[in-house]
């Protein structure tokens, strides 16, 4: 599996050797910044023991506010609060299993009563609004498709046009 991505989302972005994968490389690339997110956010499941005081709330070393959150992880936190009222719901609820809480894909069919193989189109279909909201898309644009863009403004001609009779 790659190094950073939920097991199902790195189970379903793996190419098979009759097919192409079923996540796309935009959809995989969605997934791993929900996931960074989660890390600032300090939601993920630690499964180590950390003596870190702001993890314990026990007393630091001269830190003036014991037991808050760092401007970081507040700011991924207010983050995700936004993914939740931007997304669908149904959506918002399986990239939080998948993504934030590494849950497998099976479970989250039982869990919702899903049929089986329902979740895959589900976190395909959730990973889709998640790559339009962070603006990546299955095709790179490159300067062609836009307007360029220059800090010059737009200046007369060298030599006017002349009219050749």
Do not use: N
């Not at 939601?43 to 026990?58: A, H, I, K």
């Not at 095709?139 to 498709?145: D, K, S």
């Amino acid at each position: 599996m790659s190094e950073g991505l939920p097991e199902a989302v790195g189970r379903l972005a793996a190419a098979r050797r009759d097919s192409a994968p079923f996540l796309l490389p935009h959809h995989v690339e969605a997934a791993r910044r929900l996931m960074q997110v989660f890390e600032r956010a300090r939601l993920r499941q630690r499964v180590t023991m950390s003596y870190d005081p702001t993890r314990t709330g026990g007393r630091g070393s001269g830190s003036p506010v014991q037991g808050t959150l760092s401007a970081s992880a507040a700011d991924a936190r207010k983050h995700l609060a936004d993914l939740a009222v931007a997304m669908p719901a149904e959506c918002w609820a399986v990239l939080f299993d998948i993504c934030g809480l590494d849950r497998g894909l099976q479970d989250v069919e039982l869990e919702r009563d899903w049929p089986r193989r329902g979740g895959k189109l589900v976190l395909r279909i959730a990973l889709s609004h998640l790559a339009a909201h962070y603006g990546l898309d299955a095709e790179a644009r490159g300067r062609e498709a836009q307007r360029q863009r220059h800090w010059l403004p737009e200046r007369a001609p060298m030599f006017p046009p002349t009219e050749a009779s």
